[in-house]
């Protein structure tokens, strides 16, 4: 119960610092993100190994609420680079089916001011044939836990994900930090993506760049 407890407060404080942003820099800061995920795909499909395997396939994503990180443009972006675009439709038991985006005509309200595709539901298990899924998150730390809004939607997603699959949390700038609470049922990310760093991988001993301290990197979120 402490873990939950911490998790908690932890999460106030995030959206608190999240709606405190100014409209300009939430632009901005998505602006970068987006261009991160762009770069990362591109190369996927320019070199023989590629950064994301499989790139020209299937991709997740997300349509970002006004308190998520990439913008109302993430969608769009990940369809020009990946053939293949997955979106999350959230069940009645909070666990994600996926639908496939294909313009924003596909589009449609949803519950808890969600949006979601309105194509034929794939199934809970189509995101495990992703090569890269790209989800959101309130915050990651340098083990890869990564604290969302506590539904546990995507932990259920994630566990059915083979690991060589890239899971990239997308972050504000400041919310890489060094330490979460975690439970056994969470499920980890090996990348992240902030606006002031791109692409930041998650190793088993922590992250290739050294994420910003909690009280120094910028004060934003999404």
Not at 80 to 90: K, T
Not at 106 to 125: F, I, V, Y
Not at 150 to 164: E, H, K
């Amino acid at each position: 119960m402490h873990a939950i407890s911490d998790k908690s407060g932890i999460r106030e404080g995030l959206l608190a610092t999240r709606r405190g942003m100014s409209p300009g820099r939430r632009t901005a800061a998505d602006a970068a993100i987006r261009a991160a995920v762009v770069t990362l795909l591109r190369a996927g499909r320019r070199v023989g190994r590629p950064a994301v395997p499989d790139a020209r396939r299937t991709v997740t994503g997300y349509v970002p609420t006004d308190l998520e990180p990439g913008g109302t443009g993430l969608p769009e972006a990940l369809r020009r680079w990946g053939d293949r675009v997955l979106l999350p439709v959230l069940r009645s038991d909070l666990d994600l089916d996926w639908a496939e985006y294909t313009g924003p005509d596909c589009l449609q309200p949803a519950r808890w001011r969600l949006c979601e595709p309105s194509g034929p539901k794939l199934g809970p298990g189509a995101a495990a044939r992703a090569a890269v899924l790209f989800v959101p998150a309130l915050a990651v730390d340098r083990r890869g836990n990564r604290l969302g809004r506590g539904g546990g939607s995507y932990d259920r997603a994630l566990s059915r994900v083979p690991r060589r699959a890239l899971v990239v949390a997308l972050l504000y700038d400041g919310e890489l930090v060094d330490e979460l609470p975690a439970e056994p049922h969470d499920r980890p990310v090996n990348a992240v993506v902030t606006p002031g760093d791109g692409l930041v991988r998650i190793t088993g001993s922590g992250v290739s760049t050294p994420p910003p301290r909690v009280d120094e990197g910028p004060r934003h979120g999404g």
